[in-house]
């Protein structure tokens, strides 16, 4: 945790759970938006105009929601506009350590860190909270725009329209709703249910969320063979890559440490072909790096003492080297 400006303590992911051991996921702390020319987005204060060669992402390919800003990069094809640096797979006891080819990429933006926490307290030198990923960070102004993944999804979809023109539309006016109502749903049931699955402190809280998981995976699985491609039908949008993140890890890691073994991805055949759909998009296999998902999700010592990383399941995604994202 910061605590005004200063890393304290060692860094625990179990922390979270409240009195009636269900985890609580903490709120986000910078809220800026970049904007084509710069005027204030819906939240922050307004003075981030896209620019190429400005702002930077910093990740954690373990992390589905750093993962799903890589897929909107990709997807909008704003590569060459936005560069990437990626914390290293383990935790270490200040939360997300950056390694030193990626910490030299880094001092060339100016920002000499090592670890995550750095970038924060180096945007404001009284910052307290997670230090978590993503983080968009601002060179210019020397501070981080967002670290809000939803936020950083939809602004990556229009500000940079006019720098990287693209087709793709991820939250079209006429399916805004729709896209809202799904989202209303498959974050608390899904993205953070296993989260609550695998960080419950109560065998009551544990068996909630489990539930809620799979409520959520029956939902997705009846919507996709009865209407796809995507969740949307024909359009690709922001809800199939917020869902995608968690369904491309969950045989990986959730199944297994979190708990949510009531069935596998690979049980549900609708699913699991809109998984592999999605996976096959252009620079998507990049963003999913399974070595490093297996290897972050697997260190943490709470939920695995030994450490141990499985070997299988012999279905994942993603290349054992790990992908470039370049
Ligand atoms: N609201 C954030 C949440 C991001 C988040 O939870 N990131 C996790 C990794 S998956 C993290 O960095 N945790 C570090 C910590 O808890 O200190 C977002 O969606 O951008």
Redesign the pocket.
Known sequence: ?LVDGRWEGD?H?T??ANESGRFE????AFRNWITPDGRPGPTGDGSFAAEGDRYHLVV?S?????SR?LMVRALKGLASLIGVSVAQAEWSRQ??RLADGERSGLAALGLDVEY?HQIYSRADDHVSG?????VLWDRRRATIVS????D?LRMLNTAFADLAPSELDLYPDDLRDEIDALNAWTYPCLNNGVYRAGFAATQAAYAEACADVFAALDRLEARLAEDGPFLMGGRLTEADIRVFVTLVRFDAVYHGLFKCNLRRLADYPALFAYTERVYALPGIAATVNLDHIKRNYYSNRAANPSGIVPLGPKSAWGSPAGPSLQ
């Open positions: 945790m860094w992911p922390e979270g996921r903490w709120t986000t954690a373990a992390c589905p929601w750093a800003t939360g997300w995550v997670r230090a978590s990923v993503p670290n809000e993944s939803a950083i």
